[in-house]
């Protein structure tokens, strides 16, 4: 995108100057311990490598970066994802040397952090929203709040209370209401992503800076205002404000921790469908797919710079429509058994199906040009994927409303971007018919089809060596976001690769059956979704690493750390060495129905 490598250009090549600092001396020590273990079931675990000497090295990276930088790098707003790397390179076992050389890397194109204006006081909270050079004094507030109350209770009061959307009185005028959960979702998700991490991992000073983040934010304009999910109702309360954060810093001061869980944990033990769960999120994503009023104008009619805006502009109401299809009842999240997991599932089924599906199908409709059809790593889809790896810890603190209003929004977010990006068509059946021969897929190494007796029937190394391949590859990768993409895959593959599709393809692994409900992927609208299992995200895991590259096949450590060195705005300038930007527009102006027709 044009705009993107703009001001790539602009930042590497003219001066940057922030105004002079005088930082306030933040209780690192607090804000940054040992990682701890996530608060969910359903978040990836800790890989092995794990060691004093890597969590040591984690962090004083975080410290400095606290520090040190400011959230975003440049004047477009462009997110500092040092951290990110750091803590997602740790949690799959690189080494002290790894996380160190990444954090150099992302050092090249930071920001420094610059004191700000004025205090931020509960008083003031809301008058400096959007204003960057407010972020360092909203981190000094968070950082104490979060010291007094704890992360969940500053979640709950600053991100998903009624007064934190609606404001503090009825009837102000949409466009002057905070909407700060809009804004939790605003900058590609950057905001929940890097709270998430800090609620994950049990770092304050993530969340402190992921809320902070939040509010500097602009809201997206149309993104959740349609979903109703601030509207008072009987028995539904959204007032969290003080009283909810004083009866969670209650419970957890007694616990000890500013992550203690003071909310019963779901479990998947007991997560097969039931009875009035409403339509599979995957069932919600091929209607809006399906659905001939979101044709989009066609490649070249596209604005580039404001797609997602085009996109709530035109058809905000008609999406939410279809979000609000979703089943998402406080009451239930609460009170009946697997529900939350059930819900976090769909949608990670939905989010890892839109990007891994359209990106190979995409691929396949270019198959005639040759060299030229690749895997369509899709920029904004990739984002959706790292960020729902971050859903079952933020739901795991969070109350049952609040729990409804982050996914309800989750795939508001979701559906609109789909819109925004063109529709793409999911070929699912063809996905699994063409990866299911995993020597086949596009872009696995030689090194990995493996003539040994392991090999003697597929043609390739067993899953689990190809999967070690894998990790190893994202440890050490020189783009950040193919670390998380793979962690976030990796981590779904662990908790659903259990799941056995409904129908076999010929050739394919034994159909699950209605006797083994936890086994087998939920019925669903999407054509071809009876042929998914948990092999899915494995898969999908081989196709990016072929379109990213297999940094490790290079064998020069040195050539790849140059390459790294070049930076983002090399990698932008390069058009999609890394990931693309194309869409998935159709250039006769219509997109394609997820059963192949057009619509």
Not at 16 to 23: A, L, R, W
Not at 354 to 372: C, H, N, Q, R, S
Request: hydrophobic content about 40%; some cysteine.
């Amino acid at each position: 995108m044009q705009y993107i490598k703009h001001s790539f250009e602009l930042f590497f090549h003219e001066s940057h100057h922030p105004p002079k600092s005088t930082m306030y001396s933040p209780p690192l020590e607090y804000l940054f311990p040992a990682p701890s273990l996530p608060p969910s079931q359903l978040a990836p675990a800790h890989f092995p490598g794990v060691s004093p000497k890597s969590t040591a090295a984690l962090q004083r990276v975080l410290k400095d970066n606290h520090a040190k930088w400011h959230i975003f790098f440049n004047e477009m707003r462009f997110h500092n994802h040092a951290a990110h790397r750091a803590v997602a390179s740790w949690a799959l076992g690189a080494d002290a040397g790894a996380i160190q050389k990444g954090y150099e890397l992302d050092c090249h194109y930071e920001k420094p952090a610059f004191e700000s204006p004025g205090a931020i006081r509960s008083d003031n909270f809301y008058e400096h929203l959007g204003d960057d050079k407010y972020y360092n004094a909203y981190m000094q507030f968070l950082t104490q709040f979060i010291k007094e109350k704890g992360v969940a209770a500053a979640l709950e009061e600053f991100v998903f209370s009624r007064k934190a959307n609606v404001g503090p009185s009825a009837n102000i005028p949409t466009e002057k209401q905070p909407q700060i959960l809009s804004r939790f979702f605003a900058g590609l998700l950057h905001p929940m992503i890097h709270a998430g991490y800090g609620v994950e991992f049990g770092l304050p000073g993530m969340v402190v800076e992921g809320i902070a983040q939040t509010v500097v934010h602009n809201p997206t304009p149309g993104l959740l205002t349609l979903l109703g999910l601030f509207e008072d109702e009987p028995g539904v309360g959204h007032d969290t404000g003080a009283s909810l954060a004083s009866s969670f810093s209650a419970a957890m001061s007694g616990l000890g921790s500013p992550f203690g869980k003071v909310l019963p944990q779901s479990t998947s033990s007991s997560n097969a469908p039931v009875a009035d769960s409403g339509p599979h999120a995957l069932t919600i994503l091929s209607r809006v797919l399906s659905d001939p009023k979101f044709a989009s104008p066609g490649s070249a009619a596209i604005d580039e710079d404001r797609i997602l805006y085009a996109a709530l502009e035109n058809h905000a109401k008609d999406v939410a429509a279809y979000a609000n299809m979703w089943v998402v009842d406080p009451t239930r999240l609460a009170n009946v058994e697997g529900e939350l997991d059930r819900k976090i599932e769909e949608l990670a089924w939905a989010i890892c199906v839109l990007y891994g599906v359209a990106g190979w199908t995409d691929m396949k409709l270019g198959g005639k040009d040759g060299e030229d059809a690749r895997f369509n790593a899709d920029f904004f889809f990739m984002h959706l994927v790292t960020s729902s790896i971050f859903l079952p810890s933020l739901c795991a603190i969070l109350s049952p409303t609040s729990q409804a209003c982050l996914l309800k929004s989750y795939l508001m977010s979701a559906l609109i971007w789909a819109v925004a990006r063109g529709r793409p068509r999911l070929d699912v059946k063809g996905f699994v018919a063409a990866t299911q021969d995993v020597v086949a897929i596009p872009g696995l190494p030689a090194s990995l089809k493996s003539k040994s007796e392991s090999a003697s029937v597929t043609g390739v190394d067993e899953e689990s060596k190809i999967w070690s391949r894998i990790l190893d590859e994202a440890r050490v990768h020189q783009d950040e976001h193919l670390t998380k993409t793979i962690r976030a895959l990796a981590g779904w593959a662990a908790v659903f690769g259990t799941r056995k599709a409904r129908e076999a393809l010929k050739g394919g692994d034994t159909a699950g059956t209605e006797v083994d409900l936890q086994s087998i992927i939920s019925s669903t609208e999407l054509p071809g979704s009876q042929y998914l299992d948990g092999g899915f995200f494995f898969r999908a895991a081989i196709l990016i690493l072929g379109r990213m590259g297999w940094d490790l096949e290079k064998g020069d450590q040195k050539e790849r750390e140059a390459e790294g060195r070049e930076g983002r705005g090399a990698a932008f300038e390069r058009d999609g060495a890394f990931w693309d930007f194309k869409g998935f527009y159709d250039q006769d102006g219509q997109a394609t129905k997820t059963d192949g027709t057009k619509g």
